[in-house]
């Protein structure tokens, strides 16, 4: 877009930050990841046949370790994503720790308490 066609619409632009909401990367559903300006159709089947598979993530870090996307992808991506815990990533946490489901679940009481 050139400057003089961006001077000419400017005025008509906003943006509603209450309406910004960010997209459940465990739980959105895949039409709702579809819509998404920055995921690409290729990284929206790799995240969805992982996410099957896995169960989901806690950081972005570990989508970046996954090869789901890359760091690029990450920076951009980072302020839209919201990671809702699930038993799967739980457990997955807690083995790469080399614990029991069971001891990661204690530990995080313990670190709460």
Known sequence: MTE???ERIVQQIYCDSCKIQKIDINFASPDKLRGHPYLPPATLRKLLSK???????RTVEELIDDHIITRREALRLAPYLRFTETTA???HY???RGEAPEASEQNETNEQN
């Open 4 to 6: 003089s066609n961006f």
């Open 51 to 57: 996410r099957q598979l896995k169960g989901g993530w």
């Open 89 to 91: 990533t739980s457990d």
């Open 94 to 96: 807690a083995a790469t």
